[in-house]
């Protein structure tokens, strides 16, 4: 079976530009994280979904940070405009139910590093 | 509120020694408490986790955790480690009263030869 699916794997860019990063959780998970790793701060959650919704965005560092799952199999992360601040490894991760008690299946990240 | 600690940022074992990850957790209602590792370059999976059941969990590649109420803790142990054990070794907890699961900050560990 497909696990969490990431695009892209790693991306480099100017600061001030747009970063998009993708998502497809795995099939049939009704709850849908992203988290942010840098070495200062550990593993952060940003954004949690259930069933589509955006029910906590309490963990979005500010503004020019947005997510959207129009469907049960994508979403996207956006930051823009960039900073350097924003460099770090981005997780999305799915489970099956609300996540309380359940196994939460990570992607294998997308690598942001901004110049 | 949830939280966990692990003690110990990095821990250093030599090849067939015990493992033991630290870890100690604080919650207002029972917990179910997990323990992800994350080789290089990958994201999180699931080692072993603790649902209410056995207080004594077994999980993948031999690892093993006790939950204790008394103390508070979930260590991780293995008896005999392995090369293939470096990595990095993260405790988190959750319940019912929320469904956001708390990660540590993760203990690195390395394993000489």
């Known amino acids: 079976d497909a696990g969490v699916i990431q695009s892209p794997r790693h991306e480099v860019t100017e600061m001030g530009q747009e970063v998009t990063l993708r998502c497809k959780p795995i099939?049939?998970?009704?709850?849908l994280f992203w988290y942010r790793q840098t070495m200062m701060r550990g593993l952060e959650l940003l954004i949690y979904f259930n069933n589509n919704v955006p029910i906590d965005d309490s963990g979005m560092p500010e503004d020019r940070f947005s997510a959207k799952m129009p469907n049960a199999s994508f979403s996207t992360l956006k930051i823009q405009p960039s900073e350097p601040r924003d460099s770090a490894v981005y997780f999305c991760?799915?489970?099956?139910?609300?996540?309380?008690?359940?196994?939460?299946?990570f992607g294998e990240g997308s690598w942001l590093t901004v110049v | 509120a949830q939280s966990v600690t692990q003690l110990g940022s990095h821990v250093s074992v030599s090849e067939g020694a015990l493992v033991l990850l630290r870890c100690n957790y604080s919650?207002?209602?029972?917990?179910?408490l997990f323990w992800y590792v994350q080789y290089p370059n990958q994201g999180l999976q699931l080692l072993l986790k603790?649902?209410?059941?056995?207080?004594l969990v077994k999980g993948i590649n031999g690892f093993e955790a006790e939950f204790k109420k008394s103390e508070t803790s979930f260590h991780l142990t293995k008896p005999s480690a392995h090369m293939s054990d470096a990595a990095e070794y993260f405790c988190?907890?959750?319940?019912?009263?929320?469904?956001?699961?708390?990660f540590g900050a993760g203990t690195r560990l390395f394993v000489k030869a």
């Open positions: 603790y649902t209410s059941a056995a207080t």
């Open positions: 991760a799915s489970s099956p139910s609300t996540g309380v008690g359940h196994t939460i299946y």
């Open positions: 988190a907890v959750s319940n019912t009263g929320g469904f956001k699961t708390i």
């Open positions: 099939s049939g998970h009704n709850s």
């Open positions: 919650s207002s209602v029972p917990p179910y």
